[in-house]
Each structure stands twice: as C-alpha cells, then as structure tokens.
T-cell receptor
Framework: GAVVSQHPSRVICKSGTSVKIECRSLDFQATTMFWYRQFPKQSLMLMATSNEGSKATYEQGVEKDKFLINHASLTLSTLTVTSAHPEDSSFYIC?????????????FGPGTRLLVL | KNEVEQSPQNLTAQEGEFITINCSYSVGISALHWLQQHPGGGIVSLFMLSSGKKKHGRLIATINIQEKHSSLHITASHPRDSAVYICAPTEGAQKLVFGQGTRLTINP
C-alpha cells in the first residue's frame, strides 16, 4: 500500500531555532500534501495545503511566515517552523493525496513530535 | 456547534464485544474518512466512503448522506483495536474536517 514517511519522528530544540520537517510519498506522486497540527487531547487541525510547484494555501490563523512550506517535487513537501517557541510544541502530521483509477484518497505520515524548550 | 460530532467520546468494552461509533456532520461533503490513531500518534486511514457501506475484515463503515451521519462498527473487538477513531468528512478539494475522536479501550 501507499506509504508516506516523515522525518524526523521526534525533535527537541531550543527556543528561537528553526526546525524542518520532511514529508515524503514513497511509492506514488502527490501533487497535493496537507500539513496538520495536533495538540494533546485535541483533534487534528489543518494548517496548510501544499501544492507541488506553487505556493501553499494556509488556513486562517496560521502564520505563513512562521510555518514555511515548500513542495518542490511530487514526492516531497517540507514544513519549516521558523524561530520556534514553546507554544509551537505539538505533533505535526502530513498527508499526501493520491489519485488512482479515478479514486482519491489520503495517506497519512507517522507524524513528527516537536518539543521546543 | 461543531461541524463534526462523534459519539461516544470515550468507550470501554470487553474483548469480543460489538462496537459502534457514530459521526454526525453539518458540512457539505464529497466523502468521509474514518481514521485510526494509535497511542504513538500514527494515523491510518481505515475507510473513505461517499455512500452506502464498506467492509474490511472486522470493520464496517456506513454512511447516510441525506441524514449526514456515518457509523463505524467493529465486530469481535480485540485489545489491539484500542485507539482513537476519528471521523473526517471532506469538503471540496480533499480538505478534511476532523471530529474530536472516540477513544476506544478494549479490555481482555
């Protein structure tokens, strides 16, 4: 089945540093990837929609200058949390949209747990 | 009012019991996902359906578009089914709207 990977799976960083998270579709091309954030005991919240070769579409309330998204190829999207602060500590999940045989679905990555000290 | 309401929020059952999780939504949808999130956080898409009923092994998902309601059933539940189950309708362009999730615990 389709697999989406994320790297790193866990990261601890100091406040003020930038953290890059990679999302890769391993056996299919994904023109669209999605980035979600999940705080403890809360549901996933869509942060942005990443389209290959174009600018990402951010959800209301998500700062595009703080959460930089680059979807440079059909198999890779990156999310960079710039100047991270403790309130950015969260679980970040990506998903990749796959279109096959006229049927669309999404495959989710395993997530990246970010802790900002 | 939330766009997606799941019930129950928490469910504890004994191994072997038949489990039902319900989802009501108010958004217009093109399809609906049922997702499973394990304690480590990883998410697996169990079903995507836009009408009727789908079955994978012990899992069954149904949807009634007119009533804006979907259910997830687990037959012969097992402790390894313990997870959070999330209902996620999609509204246009595959944008998912997530329910709060149902935390299921199956005791041996």
């Amino acid at each position: 089945g389709a697999v989406v990977s994320q790297h790193p799976s866990r990261v601890i960083c100091k406040s003020g540093t930038s953290v890059k998270i990679e999302c890769r579709s391993l056996d299919f091309q994904a023109t669209t990837m999605f980035w979600y954030r999940q705080f403890p005991k809360q549901s996933l919240m869509l942060m942005a929609t990443s389209n290959e070769g174009s600018k990402a579409t951010y959800e209301q309330g998500v700062e595009k200058d703080k959460f930089l998204i680059n979807h440079a190829s059909l198999t890779l999207s990156t999310l960079t949390v710039t100047s991270a602060h403790p309130e950015d500590s969260s679980f970040y999940i990506c998903s990749a949209r796959r279109l096959a045989g006229g049927w669309e679905t999404q495959y989710f990555g395993p997530g990246t747990r970010l802790l900002v000290l | 009012k939330n766009e997606v309401e799941q019930s129950p929020q928490n469910l504890t059952a004994q191994e072997g019991e038949f489990i039902t999780i319900n989802c009501s939504y108010s958004v217009g949808i093109s399809a609906l996902h049922w997702l499973q999130q394990h304690p480590g956080g990883g998410i697996v898409s169990l079903f995507m359906l836009s009408s009727g009923k789908k079955k994978h092994g012990r899992l069954i998902a149904t949807i009634n578009i007119q009533e804006k309601h979907s259910s997830l059933h687990i037959t012969a539940s097992h402790p390894r089914d313990s997870a959070v189950y999330i209902c996620a309708p999609t509204e246009g362009a595959q944008k998912l709207v997530f329910g709060q999730g149902t935390r299921l615990t199956i005791n041996p």
